[in-house]
């Protein structure tokens, strides 16, 4: 599917905002819940908006830059699942257990990731 250069600009404009507001939301959403954590902080939740910036309104910039595809939804499910992982994280950390369910969620977005620049170096190979 080849699109315009205005559909570029545009998808490319409505990812950055997506990502850039889930990020923003990310980061209050995890100042609030240690606002009421008693005190109890986790490096997992404080950091987590950091997965959807720089993994999702960083990439888009420079793609949009480029005048390339947005990011295909293997990343963008990747990008989502690190950023659950890590809230799942931060919840399990400040509530003062373990488990290994954050290991799922960033070996799963790990994965995800990885097949979609696979996919996408693939593309470029062979649409050269």
Known sequence: ?????SA???QSEHF???WFFFSAFCAVFGMVYELFSHGVSS??????????????VIPCFVLKLLKQPMPGR???D???CLTAGSLIQGIIEIYGTSAY???LFYAAGTVLMTVSAAIR???????D
């Open 8 to 10: 570029y600009e545009h």
């Open 43 to 56: 490096p997992a939740m404080i950091w987590m908006y950091l997965y959807p910036f720089l993994l999702g």
């Open 16 to 18: 950055m905002k997506c």
């Open 101 to 103: 369910y954050p290991l």
């Open 121 to 127: 170096f693939i593309s470029l190979l062979k649409r």
């Open 74 to 76: 293997l990343w963008q």
């Open 78 to 80: 990747g990008v989502l």
């Open 1 to 5: 599917m080849t699109l315009s250069a």
